[in-house]
């Protein structure tokens, strides 16, 4: 297998390698697998397979590289990060298509959200590189003088998952490149290219070698790596039950764990609610990225008093919702990321019709002109009770399950109820409402009026079975630094 850093994309036949030490090669037993087109399910470009010598490798130049890059002067992290930025955004268009091929979201989604997002996540970070400080404590003894040094944490594994790959990679990658790590990326298996694209832009913008490494694989690569004994640190994006097997597997040597895990984020629609404003956020929180959303919102909780009008207005949106290729510029959903993961939304909704729930609208595969692809049309159900299976699944995909309510003391704990604490939404015009319910709710983000919006400034992740830690913002600094005290004996004679 010969390489291209897929700087220039033909599709099918593009032969896609590792990243390590700064250049490409093909896996060390020759593996390789191909990620497919979710549009039409047709094969885009073989892409190497690491195998367990690769990913020792890679850990092995990301070891390498670490103490050199960790001292670099701050200012000189900085520009690199920065410059990583402009060449993310001067080939934001071949990014986004790439995006838009192998994961399936709608293009100016990806060229607006994805890639806008990834490099806005570079620049913030940048910002942070010449502020990481530390502090000073008046100690008990005032003959010591005490103070703190905020450290690198080493060689850290960034584990990533389908839904957003270029941009989650970016959510791990700036931080942990501006406090002072080095890095080995493992992309899901599903949609490995823009990874790899990201590897050559931090090549260009002249990141030494072996600070950035990229092993491509399935799950057993990224089991390798996540238990890898030369990793200091694993942040993971993905499901829960793949980060209770890493949070697990880090105990025997305390490896630092960052978890980023589902969510099954309920959207309560108070009686006063702009019911239009309100439908507006569902059909976008609920149906962004065709629902493939952590923060997706997935289970609705309106009063019962607005609920006919509300389900009547959603099921008229999700039906006049069209469907089609990301690169059709009249796509407003885009397919699902694979047959595989079809099935198990399928399966969810059909479980919602047996356990009694009304079908309003959708429930199906998109046929004709979309059969060889994996679209689903947009789900609404109605008459939905909490101890369904589509009330407290994450589902990941299309589906809206209304359910209502009566009396608004009722709503936070029910909206609590569930294993999973990432996200809420609240949907009134009363603003002690409001600030009441985000108290209430034990979720790592409450929107309030609005759709889910992550900001590179502001703290993401979750309580529960959601995960552990935050991204973004300041938080992140956090995850990817050690805290060190330093006492100095200021006695004299000593
Ligand atoms: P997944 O857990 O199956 O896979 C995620 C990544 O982990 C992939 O790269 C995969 O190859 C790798 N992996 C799989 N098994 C592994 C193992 N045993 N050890 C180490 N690595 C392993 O998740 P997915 O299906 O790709 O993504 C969907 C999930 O991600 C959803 O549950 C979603 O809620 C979650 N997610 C969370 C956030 C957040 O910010 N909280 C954001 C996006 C997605």
Request: proline share 6%.
């Amino acid at each position: 297998m010969s390489v291209s850093p897929l700087s220039s994309l033909t599709f099918p036949g593009t032969a896609a390698g590792l990243f390590v030490g700064g250049s490409w090669r093909p896996a060390s037993d020759g593996g390789e697998f191909t990620t497919v087109d979710p549009a039409n399910g047709r094969p885009l470009a073989r892409v190497a397979t690491a195998s367990a010598a690769d990913v020792d490798d890679a850990v092995a130049a990301a070891a390498e590289a670490f103490g050199p890059w960790a001292g670099v002067a701050a200012p000189g992290r900085a520009r690199l990060l920065w410059r990583l930025a402009d060449l993310i955004e001067r080939d934001g268009d071949e990014l986004a298509r790439l995006e838009t091929l192998d994961n399936g979201q709608p293009y100016g989604v990806a060229r607006q959200v994805t890639v806008a997002g990834a490099a806005e996540h570079f620049r913030y970070f940048a910002g942070w590189v010449t502020k990481i400080e530390g502090s000073t404590a008046p100690l008990g003894n005032p003959e010591v003088f005490h103070y703190t040094r905020r450290e690198p944490v080493g060689v850290c594994a960034l584990i990533t998952p389908w839904n957003f790959p270029l941009m989650i990679a970016a959510w791990k990658l700036a931080p942990a490149l501006a406090c002072g790590n080095t890095v080995v990326l493992k992309p899901a298996e599903q949609t490995p290219l823009t990874t790899l694209r990201l590897a050559g832009l931090v090549r260009e913008a002249g990141f030494p070698g072996g600070v950035v490494n990229v092993v491509t694989g399935g799950p057993e690569v990224g089991r390798l790596l996540s238990r890898h004994p030369g990793v200091d640190k694993v942040s993971f994006t993905g499901s829960t039950e793949v980060g209770r097997e890493i949070l697990r597997a880090s105990a025997d040597d305390f490896r630092r764990v960052t978890l980023e895990l589902g969510g099954k984020t309920p959207m309560i629609v108070a009686r006063d609610a702009d019911i239009d404003a309100a439908v507006a956020g569902c059909v976008q929180g609920a149906l962004f990225n065709s629902g493939q959303v952590c923060a997706a919102y997935s289970r609705f909780y309106v009063d019962r008093a607005r609920a006919a009008e509300f389900v009547d207005k959603v099921a008229a949106a999700a039906e006049g919702m069209r469907l089609g290729p990301g690169m059709d510029e009249a796509t407003q959903m885009g397919p699902l990321v694979s047959e595989e993961h079809l099935g198990r939304v399928d399966g969810y909704v059909r479980a919602g019709v047996e356990q009694g729930a009304t079908l309003v609208t959708g429930g199906g595969r998109a046929g004709g002109a979309l059969e060889e692809g994996y679209f689903y049309h947009p789900t609404v159900f109605s008459g939905v009770t909490d101890d369904m299976t589509i009330s407290r699944d994450e589902i990941f995909g299309p589906v809206i399950p209304v359910l209502t309510y009566d009396d608004p003391e009722e709503i936070v704990p029910r909206a609590n109820d569930s294993r999973y604490g990432l996200a809420a939404s609240v949907w009134t015009r009363d603003v002690a409402t409001a600030h009441r319910m985000a108290a209430a709710i034990r979720a790592g983000a409450v929107f309030v009026n609005m759709p889910h919006t992550p900001d590179p400034a502001a703290p993401w992740g979750g309580f529960k079975a959601s995960g552990l830690g935050r991204e973004m913002g300041r938080y992140a600094l956090d995850a990817y630094t050690e805290t060190k005290g330093v006492f100095i004996n200021l006695a004299e004679g000593a």
